[in-house]
């Protein structure tokens, strides 16, 4: 040990400890965790399965419902998640769930370990996956990057304001054929009684 590095702050922590670990960045991505819409007290996910698909260790399994909100009209979601299961064991922190995710429902967050007594300790649930959102919502102060597409709040019509289609018009077909261009003739090709095409006598 030089003198120098003597008096140099440490660049470890004693973990677990709490009061010796060190603050994690912002920008750090752990697990993923979905997104909770306060506005109208429901997910973001709508369980479209696109986040399923895309995952390449397949450490997911979701399932959707329909949405009772959307039907008492306090959400404009049709769809929303019923059952959502992560594999957090079989996870590699890729984030192609996040990438491809169109409804701002899933983030990585800062949860980081897995110290576990059972190996199935590892897989969490829905009700455990949007307390991992809270959590990082709350954190950071996260927004959805598309408020205005995603939003579960129901738009308001305006009484009385029926939507109305833009026909396109047409140019009007000649009915007859007097109606259409008449096309010029030359005296060659203009023949009368008693005449042959080039003004011969017959």
Same mark, same amino acid.
């Given at each position: 040990m030089t003198l120098k590095t003597a008096f140099r702050r440490p660049v470890t922590a004693q973990y677990p400890e709490p009061n010796k670990? #060190? *603050?994690i960045a912002l920008r750090y991505k752990g697990f993923p965790a979905l997104m909770w819409d306060g506005e109208v007290n429901e997910p973001y996910c709508t369980g479209c399965m696109v986040c399923v698909r895309a995952c390449p260790t397949q450490c997911m399994t979701a399932e959707m419902k329909d949405n009772p909100f959307f039907t008492d009209e306090k959400s404009r979601r049709r769809k929303i998640i019923d059952v959502f299961e992560i594999n957090l064991g079989r996870c590699i922190l890729c984030a192609i769930c996040v990438d491809v995710c169109n409804f701002d429902a899933i983030e990585m967050s800062h949860v980081h370990e #897995? +110290?576990?007594y059972q190996r199935n300790d590892n897989r969490v649930v829905l +009700?455990? /996956? /949007? @307390?991992m959102g809270k959590s990082y919502q709350s954190e950071i102060g996260?927004?959805?990057?598309?408020?205005?597409?995603n939003s579960?709040?129901?738009v308001k019509k305006e009484e009385g304001a029926k939507p109305t289609r833009q026909r396109t018009t047409k140019r009007p077909q000649a009915d007859s054929a007097a109606d259409a261009p008449s096309t *010029?003739?030359? *005296?060659?090709?203009?023949?009368?009684?008693?005449? +042959?095409?080039?003004? @011969?006598q017959a």
């Open positions: 670990r #060190l *603050p #897995l +110290s576990k +009700s455990q /996956l /949007l @307390d996260w927004s959805p990057s598309q408020p205005e597409k579960g709040v129901p *010029p003739t030359t *005296p060659a090709q203009t023949t009368t009684h008693g005449e +042959s095409a080039t003004g @011969d």
